[in-house]
């Protein structure tokens, strides 16, 4: 392991090795990732990986359209094929959230999404199978699909070493060392590493770490799971969906399954203490609310299931920037279970505010650390955790 960095990044989950990467083809010196486990083995390697455009800020808009190109280029890069499957995105809301639905739709079209507002009328014309009791009105967009985020933290992870940077998996950092409010690297189980610009991208472990900088952040950690279930006759077109009514959501997944999560998630877990698999509850719970808008579901079998950890901000926004308190410490963390379809351009951003002192493709400055006390927080326009 290398004794000295230029860039520190702490974690190797999807947003470690996308800055990582964009840090590299900035030249932005020597660059070293410190996992303490393996690539993608945090909240990474457990995404249900939706993308979709489906939010209520536009610059969450905006990163996930230069994400989507971004995607295709390090597919391109690294020799592999494309990492996204197209599928459509419907939206399912009732009265109570129709306006914001057609607010937020209207957004989205004026920056380019293919996005339109359907009335039930017009969705169970298109999807006969579902039972639209309830639901008020619809928003249909066609931009958007799924991909893997494990996948793309490793294909991340093959480019670093071919680039000239370094991960060190199984080494775990154990403080951040601070002196007269300026970064000198960090403590790692093997031995101090010298550093002037420490990244924290250690998803539901970034807090505890952030204390030992004595840069205290608003970042609590989540339990996310989700269900597999077998259907009983072939999802065919089906879209992937969100249901605000009952705050559940479903994509086709591989071998003809679906999967399938809810709003259902447990606040400060310990990150350590993962349950591995879900519970029987939550499938029964999930399988029977997703019965209640698609009736045959209720035949379905369950599969598996598991759960992962990510860490969550009070608005359930990341923190992305430099930390005002402690010069050359950057924060890129607290993605509050969606922050998969954000990490190529969350990474290219702070590669450029790292190696060039400011964003120049997109000002991710809506996502900085003091917005909390200047209570300029992000606003999402539904009031159903699942969609932001
Ligand atoms: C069940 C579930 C479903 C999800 N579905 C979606 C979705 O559909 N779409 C979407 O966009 N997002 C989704 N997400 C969220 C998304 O997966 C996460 O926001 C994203 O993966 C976070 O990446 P990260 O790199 O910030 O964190 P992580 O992947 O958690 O990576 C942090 C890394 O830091 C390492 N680490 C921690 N502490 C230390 C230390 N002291 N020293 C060294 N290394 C350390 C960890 O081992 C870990 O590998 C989902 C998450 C879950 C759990």
């Excluded at 303490?36 to 083995?41: I, Q, Y």
């Excluded at 349950?275 to 045959?296: Q, T």
């Amino acid at each position: 392991m290398s004794r000295k960095a230029d860039v520190l990044i702490v974690g190797g989950g999807v947003h470690g090795t996308s800055l990582g990467y964009q840090l590299l083809r900035r030249e932005a010196g020597r660059v070293v990732i410190v996992e303490k486990s393996g690539v993608g083995a945090g909240a990474t390697g457990w995404s249900a990986s939706f993308i979709r455009h489906h939010y209520s800020n536009e610059i969450c808009v905006r990163l996930v359209q230069e994400s989507i190109k971004l995607l295709r280029e390090i597919d391109r890069a690294a020799g592999r094929e494309p990492h996204m499957t197209p599928k459509p995105l419907l939206v399912l809301v009732g009265e109570d959230h129709a306006k914001p639905l057609e607010e937020n739709v209207a957004m989205h079209r004026r920056l380019g999404v293919r996005a339109r507002v359907l009335t039930p009328e017009a969705v169970g014309k298109r999807f006969p199978y579902f039972d639209l009791t309830g639901i008020a009105s619809a928003a249909l967009e066609e931009d958007a699909g799924y991909g893997d985020a494990m996948r793309l933290s490793e294909t991340y992870a093959g480019e670093i070493p071919r680039l000239g940077g370094e991960i060190v998996t199984g080494t775990e950092v154990v403080s951040i060392l601070v002196r007269e409010g300026h970064v000198q690297g960090v403590q790692t189980s093997e031995g101090p590493l010298e550093a002037e610009k420490v990244v924290l991208a250690a998803g539901a472990w970034s807090a505890r770490l952030a204390e030992t900088a004595e840069a205290p952040i608003p970042v609590t950690s989540t339990l996310l799971s989700v269900g597999l279930l077998d259907p009983p006759d072939p999802v065919g077109d089906t879209p992937m969906a969100f249901d605000m009514t009952t705050a559940t959501y479903w994509r086709p997944y591989e071998d003809g399954r679906l999967l399938v999560g809810t709003d259902e998630e447990e606040g400060d877990w310990d990150p350590d203490g993962l349950p591995g698999a879900v519970g029987f509850d939550f499938l029964v719970h999930a399988s029977e609310r997703l019965a209640r808008r698609w009736p045959r579901m209720a035949d379905a079998h369950f599969v598996n299931g598991w759960a992962g950890v990510d860490a969550a901000t009070p608005d359930l926004h990341p923190i992305i920037g430099e930390d005002p308190r402690v010069n050359g410490l950057y924060l890129d963390t607290g993605f509050s279970g969606h922050g998969y379809k954000f990490s190529p351009a969350v990474g290219r951003g702070l590669a450029e505010l790292i190696v060039d002192g400011r964003y120049k493709t997109l000002d991710l400055t809506p996502f900085r650390l003091e917005r909390f006390e200047e209570n300029d927080v992000f606003r999402s326009r539904y009031a159903v955790s699942v969609m932001q």
